[in-house]
């Protein structure tokens, strides 16, 4: 058990012009496969991954540790060979499906907003555990139930709207945030966050900046990490 809420990293790729996503249908690739393998240790060293309802829509993303060494390195330690997994929604129609659903031995948890529990149990309760998350989604909520389970390090993937629900909370303790050497250029596309009032950012008479803890050059992408927050190590 934990006392704290979990140390929470948010990690994203995004183009040039801060997009996340086109608008073509097909899933955009933002990164490399050297970067593709970094994000696969990082998630194999959290305890949880977390992503928004409308991520496992759009993308379907497994939310597995590929490398088979990582997770046999995660079972030495007594862990599921992947972490758990984590979404939140507020209307509660998610496909059960989804290989958020569907892929991985590991244990799968829904928080769902107050209007919208029994809908969503109905339909994903067998397969997942759907937590009251209030009404409107209580981020601290799902913090402090998270933190009762046992995870110390959640890692958020997304998307948009659930980054910027982290950002404008000032619940995030880090940023990796790699840039694609390319732009989307089209504002309908998703981008990185949603509109909002940030900790990092203008005020009447200053600007808030956030600490950069670190630029790695990956083949062609960047990696920019940002600490959030006193916990990040610098």
Not at 161 to 182: M, N, Q
């Given at each position: 058990?934990?006392?704290?809420?979990?140390?929470?990293?948010?990690?994203?790729?995004a183009s040039i012009d801060g997009?996340?996503?086109?608008?073509?249908?097909?899933?955009?690739?933002l990164s490399n496969e050297a970067?593709?393998?970094?994000?696969?240790?990082?998630?194999?060293?959290c305890?949880?991954?977390?992503?928004?309802?409308n991520t496992?829509?759009?993308?379907?993303?497994?939310?597995?540790?590929?490398?088979?060494?990582?997770?046999?390195?995660?079972?030495a330690r007594g862990l599921s060979p992947t972490p758990i997994k984590v979404t939140v929604t507020g209307r509660g129609d998610l496909d059960p499906a989804a290989r958020f659903f569907t892929a991985g031995d590991t244990?799968?948890?829904?928080?769902?907003?107050?209007?919208?529990?029994?809908?969503?149990?109905?339909?994903?309760?067998?397969?997942?555990?759907?937590?009251?998350?209030g009404d409107p989604l209580d981020l601290p909520r799902i913090l402090d139930d998270l933190s009762?389970?046992?995870?110390g390090r959640l890692m958020v993937e997304g998307g948009g709207?659930?980054?910027?629900?982290?950002?404008?909370?000032?619940?995030?303790?880090?940023?990796?945030?790699?840039?694609?050497?390319?732009f989307v250029g089209d504002r309908r596309a998703p981008r990185f966050v949603g509109d909002g009032v940030f900790p990092w950012g203008p005020s009447a008479d200053t600007v808030h900046r956030a600490r950069l803890a670190g630029v790695t050059k990956i083949d062609d992408v960047v990696l920019l990490r940002y600490a959030l927050s006193e916990r990040c190590p610098a």
């Open positions: 058990m934990v006392s704290e809420r979990p140390y929470v990293l948010l990690s994203c790729a997009y996340i996503d086109d608008v073509s249908g097909r899933r955009l690739l970067d593709f393998d970094r994000v696969d240790d990082v998630r194999a060293g305890d949880a991954i977390l992503v928004g309802a496992i829509r759009r993308d379907d993303p497994r939310l597995l540790v590929r490398s088979a060494a990582r997770r046999a390195a995660r079972m244990e799968k948890i829904v928080y769902a907003a107050s209007p919208a529990l029994d809908r969503t149990r109905e339909l994903l309760g067998a397969i997942a555990e759907v937590v009251d998350a009762g389970r046992g995870v709207a659930t980054h910027t629900r982290f950002l404008t909370a000032g619940l995030a303790d880090e940023l990796h945030l790699v840039i694609a050497p390319f």
